[in-house]
């Protein structure tokens, strides 16, 4: 390929700047109240009332604001330091299973969602889950 422009290029270049036409704007075109399809939220370093908090927070804002997938990312709990302490629930007190859990157990936000992947939170090679909403008309 070659980066040298021939004159017909540059005189189809400068007729274009010239032209009185423009291309329209694409996103003019779409709808004011469409679904944005996904967001994300990294719980990475949060305590758990923290996390807590904040998805509940972030699931009520992308609830209005009609998003319908949320990917939450909380880790695999590797490196949580709950894992050193025998006498902490090594299953509930890491932000990959108590997340979801805690969502599960909040009425008012289950009336929000229509589905979350609880086989991503099972799955140990897996540090997120989804969590599907439910659209405003």
Sequence with gaps: MTNKLTDKDKKDWQ?????PNKLESKDLDQPV??????????LH???????NKEISKFIENCYLNKIKKI????GKGMRSKNLNDPYKST???ILKHS???Y????PELMSKIIRIDFESVKSPSR???????????
């Design 15 to 19: 007729n274009f700047l010239n032209s």
């Design 33 to 42: 109240d469409r679904c944005i399809s996904e967001r994300s939220i990294d």
């Design 45 to 51: 370093g949060y305590t758990l009332d923290e996390a």
């Design 71 to 74: 990917n939450v990312i909380t």
């Design 91 to 93: 299953d509930l007190s």
């Design 99 to 101: 997340v979801p859990e």
């Design 103 to 106: 969502i599960k157990n909040n």
């Design 127 to 137: 540090g997120n889950f989804d969590i599907f909403l439910k659209v405003i008309k």
